[in-house]
């Protein structure tokens, strides 16, 4: 199965530099190996009808071929062994709690600005940054509920935080349903291992609903808000209401009265205390944000400041995921915490800052180069992999904008085998877990693996044809 | 005899979680017009696949006896469906009836056909698919991808009966598993509701126009012939057995007529569709304001009521097309006066 193989250099998940698959690694190998090809392509094949007939679907933008598609699975599974598991979640708790820190005193007192551990004009020049938010208190005073931070390993197998994703960050469907789909189509594999299970995270995600409901019941009613079925993520919208018993809206299902919001049912209005929108910022309100938006409702933000709704992440959390804000979150981890940060970030130039630009003007063809608040895997440059018109389109967009843009030296990305036209071949990989911050921080087990299906490719999105892998982190073997 | 207290102080049992009250799950106004929609895009798929399937059975029978009014039987299927003509075609030489089949079939061009409905019946499915059931959806869905396959015209070309019956069973599919994994509650209400007033508007449609083209035809078919076209008629209803069952052999049309109109106990009938109807409109109305009539219900009610006790005699001397026109009148004030009071909250 695995002969032609290659490692190419690059740190391989699965495999050691001599060939043999790591410890963790060998049971699955050797499952693969006694299965054979043609076994596990009708595997392939049986995952593939499932995923079909039950709808798991992802629409993609920029591809002409039909609007709805299969996101693409991988049937090998990505194994991180419990220690490793262990390191990556107390680093992802510090993070988050980190960055929630910074989002309350940012939209309050400001003390990390005071002490200019973060230059202002990088906080008041970001886009997602939300004067509507100052002095409002938010319920618990938590502001990123769901947090979506992605890792990558570098050449020497080590993880760094590539991003934070602290506003609407998707995905979590797919992971629930690559497991379900993984019992269904290769049980056996499952029984080489011990699997952290991943199925209580609806189960989490309503507790942490429920904590920050703000009036005064037993019984919260809680909705996702959702932008409708055109949008990319519906799945997801529609997976999350069913799992966890909610109903799921569309701004014109809400209306603005009495001070609260409600939803329209078949009997009448009924409020809502919690909202978890997956809606921006700048569709919520067309009273208070861009006011041709369709998708919110009109008045939300005043209901949102009088605190007789909460939402779920809170308006304004984009200043914490700001690309360009993201190279201070070792410091926000130093300020607030008193900590050394556990999970490293990868090295950054900030455009805004001359030195910085001047840098990555004239290393151009080195250098990953992003605009601060696009996500997808759009507005990116590959600079090792691009043309020299190209790189002059991004240097002139740099240089009329440059707080607009960050860079970032190419990180290598782990690679791990992926089952290519009936042969494995090895594609770069990252990882997005998903930390819920409600009384208490809880982190899933495992998270989104994402590949970059296209050959020599390091963008992973699901926009840019990205695929998936089912995650499984290992129980911890020393309590036996 | 003296009374005494109970010396031992016991503590409060807490509330057990089973008795706290719960206010009951609401519908949103969006997802009932979704539930009511489904339903009645995958019965209106199921009735264009039977007109189908019996005329194209039905022509074999009869072939060139009667050379021009086959066209005439196929163009009444466009009619039934409120379609009122055939539009260009891009191979005008195909027979008419290939040309209906391929038009009411796989064309998306046309709004009413299969693969229109069932497009539209799912699309409302996944907006509310998370208060269906997985089984609901997954049939629906599966349904949806067989006629979306690249095989499908293909399949269709070799033999469109097997088509038309395996559209037909997906739809029964899909209604038995609506019935058997859903609960019964206001989602399942408005699902009954759509597809009957889907099934009693259709078969009044069929009744009225195959009535006028076969009275019309009496002069030009022999009674074989014409026999044969009324059981056609009772099969596009699926009530050939059931009639049989009850009158025998006798092919007569005032009793063809009767029978599915008034029929009260067989579950195609018009009469069973209205009062299957009424019943739903009156428990989603009893679960919201308990007290007032819907002006849908009272609609239902009424016709409810007029059905229960009418009579063959009285549809003779009104004339079918009349009365029918009348039942199809009915069903569309009920069903605007639904929209109203509950899909437009």
Redesign the interface.
């Known amino acids: 199965m695995f002969d032609s193989y290659a490692a190419h250099g690059l740190f391989d998940e699965m495999f050691l530099t001599t060939g043999d698959p790591r410890p963790h690694y060998a049971p699955l190998a050797a499952r693969l190996r006694a299965l054979g090809p043609t076994a596990f392509n009708r595997r392939r094949q049986l995952a593939d009808v499932t995923f ?4 798991i679907t992802f629409t993609v933008y920029k591809d002409a071929a039909g609007v709805e598609k299969i996101f693409p699975f991988d049937l090998v599974p990505r194994i991180i062994p419990a220690t490793e598991w262990d390191h990556i979640e107390r680093g992802l708790t510090q993070r988050i709690t980190a960055l929630n820190l910074f989002c309350q005193d940012v939209y309050h007192d400001q003390r990390i600005l005071k002490e200019k551990i973060i230059p202002p004009d990088l906080i008041y020049g970001a886009k997602m940054f939300r004067r509507e938010m100052f002095h409002v208190n938010v319920p618990r005073n938590i502001y990123i509920h769901i947090c979506g931070s992605d890792l990558i390993r570098d050449n020497d197998g080590s993880y760094l935080v590539l991003e934070d994703n602290g506003r609407t960050p998707s995905g979590v469907s797919y992971v629930l349903e690559n497991r379900a789909v993984m019992k269904r189509v290769f049980p056996s594999v499952f029984g080489a291992y011990r699997v952290r299970a991943i199925e209580d995270y609806p189960h989490n995600l309503l507790q942490c609903l429920k904590y920050v409901a703000p009036n005064q019941t ?2 919260p009613t809680i909705a996702i808000l959702t932008p ?2 055109y949008n990319s993520a ?1 799945f997801e919208h ?2 999350l ?2 799992q966890m ?1 909610v ?4 701004g ?2 809400l209306v603005v009265e009495n001070n609260y919001v409600y ?8 409020r809502v205390d919690v909202l978890y929108r997956r809606v921006d910022d700048d569709y919520l309100d067309p009273l208070a944000f861009r006011s041709t938006s369709l998708l919110g409702v009109a008045g939300l933000m005043n209901i949102y400041r009088l605190g007789n709704v909460a939402l779920v992440n809170a308006v304004g959390t984009g200043v914490a995921d700001d690309k360009a804000v993201y190279p201070f979150v070792p410091d926000m981890i130093r300020f607030y915490l008193k900590q050394e940060p556990i999970l490293p970030n990868v090295h950054t130039y900030i455009c805004a800052r001359e030195d910085d630009r001047r840098y990555v003007l004239d290393h151009l063809d080195e250098l990953v180069v992003k605009a601060t608040n696009e996500s997808g895997g759009y507005g990116m440059l590959m600079g090792h992999q691009s043309s020299q018109p190209e790189r002059e389109e991004f240097a002139d967009k740099i240089r009329s904008d440059p707080r607009n843009f960050i860079a970032q030296p190419v990180v290598q990305l782990s690679q791990h085998p992926s089952y290519i036209d009936g042969h494995f071949e090895g594609r770069r990989i990252d990882l997005r877990p998903y930390i819920l911050f409600g009384e208490k921080v809880v982190v899933m087990p495992g998270g989104l693996t994402r590949v970059a299906l296209r050959p020599g490719s390091l963008v992973v999105n699901s926009s840019q044809g990205g695929g998936s892998k089912d995650t499984w982190v290992l129980e911890d073997e020393s309590d036996q | 005899m003296t009374i005494t207290s109970d010396p031992t102080p016991r503590p409060l049992a807490p509330t057990p979680q089973v008795d706290r009250y719960r206010a009951p799950r609401p519908l949103l106004a969006r997802d009932a017009d979704s539930m009511y929609w489904m339903a009645r895009y995958v019965e209106r798929a199921e009735h264009i696949a039977r007109l189908l399937l019996v005329h194209s059975n039905l022509l074999i029978d009869v072939g060139d006896l009667a050379p021009l009014f086959p066209n005439r039987q196929w163009q009444s299927v466009l009619r039934i469906m409120h379609l009122p003509h055939l539009p260009e075609s891009d191979s005008p030489a195909a027979p008419l009836s290939t040309r209906i089949a391929q038009h009411m079939t796989l064309d998306e061009a046309n709004p009413n056909s299969i693969i229109s409905c069932l497009t539209r019946a799912r699309e409302n499915a996944r907006s509310v698919r998370e208060i269906i059931s997985n089984e609901m959806w997954e049939s629906l869905n599966t349904l949806y991808w067989s006629v979306r396959a690249d095989d499908a015209p293909t399949r269709f070309d070799e033999s469109p009966d097997d088509f038309y019956r395996s559209i037909m069973n997906g739809s029964m599919l899909f209604q038995g598993l609506t019935d058997q994994t859903l609960a019964h509650d206001q989602r399942w209400l408005f699902t009954q509701l759509a597809k009957h007033f889907e099934r009693i508007d259709v078969t009044c449609r069929i009744l009225e126009t195959k009535f006028g083209l076969l009275r019309s035809a009496e002069n030009i078919l022999e009674t074989a012939l014409r026999n044969i076209h009324w059981m056609a008629v009772l099969r596009a209803c699926c009530s050939i057995e059931a009639y049989r069952r009850n009158h025998l052999a006798d092919i007569d049309p005032i009793r063809i007529a009767s029978f599915i109109i008034l029929e009260r106990n067989f579950p195609r009938s018009i009469r069973y569709g209205v009062r299957m109807a009424h019943n739903a409109a009156l428990e989603i109305r009893a679960s919201i304001t308990p007290h007032t009539p819907s002006p849908a219900e009272r609609v239902l009610g009424r016709l409810d009521a007029n059905l229960e006790y009418a009579e063959t005699a009285e549809i003779v001397s009104q004339g079918l097309a009349p009365y029918l026109q009348q039942i199809q009148a009915t069903i569309a004030e009920a069903a605007f006066a639904l929209q109203k009071s509950y899909f437009l909250h």
């Open positions: 079909r007939n039950q709808g037993d019984d409708g079925i519906f529609s997976f209401a069913r018993g109903e799921l809206v569309e014109q299902d939803m329209r049912t078949t009997a009448g209005l009924r």
